[in-house]
């Protein structure tokens, strides 16, 4: 089942993680590959890395998971999220808040003095949307969710109201 937030619509073009301003002190940008031009009205929320029978997956097996269903999401793109819900909206299901997190594969970031990776994710804090780093050794759980972009918003099966 696919799901789409209604009333999100615009394109945004995320920019490079580096232009941001949400890379921490002490981190560096490892990977970068912002996605181009991101049509909002047909963001599928639905893919989540871990399959049935898993209880969790690894860095790594999210990183691959993520190439295989051509999932999207960069620190660009969060910072476009962040801008838009600073503008009163928001494009997230309302019914993920609280729930779920969504992961950003496509910027990994590099912790300048032990040399980890990690990812940008998007969770609910009570108020808004924020972006935390996901440490490797750490795992992924069925809260976890991917962006992917949905050729058209034709056929959605289910749509979840944004905002509020």
Known sequence: MRIYATGAS?????????QTGLV???????KDKPE????????????????????CVTHYVMMKRAKQVKAIGSLGLAAALLKLQDAGREIF???FRGNSYFI??????????YGEHAVVCMR?????????LHWPGFTFGRDARFLRRSTSASGRSHSAKVGG
């Open 10 to 18: 615009g394109i945004v073009k995320p920019i490079p993680a580096t």
């Open 24 to 30: 921490p002190s002490s981190w560096e940008v490892h």
């Open 36 to 55: 181009g031009r991101v049509d909002l009205a047909i963001l599928d929320y639905s893919v989540c890395p871990v399959h049935r029978g898993e209880e």
């Open 93 to 95: 299901p309302a019914e």
């Open 104 to 113: 950003m594969p496509l910027t990994e970031l590099q912790y300048c003095l």
């Open 124 to 132: 609910w804090s009570g108020r808004r949307w924020r972006p935390f």
